[in-house]
């Protein structure tokens, strides 16, 4: 169910349905194993025991190396690409999808600081337009009295 759940996943840290699939394979091979084993070396306690605990630890084995062996290679390959890890941008993700994503938030990111400088220019002449009503308002009030 769960790998059903996060095949469409856009994010690549997250994409494991491949190899969830692959651990409920295996686990369902080993159980049938061990079910056949069960059954045939059913007078055979010693052997039938230590099939047993080669299957679990078999199963085991395969179970954390399908889950962790796929994102320490993911890690090894962007710490090999120099790149760094502390943006919020996912590690699977190839330098050719992070590209142009970074350059229309660059694009984007100018184009505020744009108008944030104009928006202050036209502050700084209100504040100017600002103090000379104060000023003119002043001497009127003092030309009154």
């Known amino acids: 169910m769960l790998a059903f759940q996060t095949r469409k996943v856009k994010f690549p840290g997250l994409k494991d349905s491949k190899f969830v699939a692959i651990i409920m394979y295996t ?8 079910i056949v084993n069960a059954f045939a070396f059913d007078s055979y306690l010693n052997t039938s025991g230590s099939l047993h605990a080669i299957g679990v630890l078999i199963l085991t ?4 190396a399908l889950i962790f062996i796929p994102k320490i290679v993911m890690l090894y390959k962007d710490s090999d690409n120099g790149e760094s890890n502390s943006r919020n941008i996912p590690p699977g993700a190839s330098i050719a999808s992070r ?4 350059r229309s938030l660059g694009s984007e990111l100018c184009q ?6 104009e928006l202050k220019a036209e502050i700084a002449v209100l504040k100017g337009q600002l103090s000379k009503i104060q000023i003119n ?3 009127e009030q003092i030309l009154q009295q």
Do not use: C, F, H, M
Request: avoid cysteine.
């Open 27 to 34: 686990s369902s091979l080993v159980l049938l194993l061990l």
């Open 99 to 102: 590209q142009p994503a970074e």
């Open 112 to 117: 505020r600081d744009k108008e944030i400088n």
């Open 137 to 139: 308002t002043g001497n």
């Open 61 to 64: 084995t395969s179970i954390l």
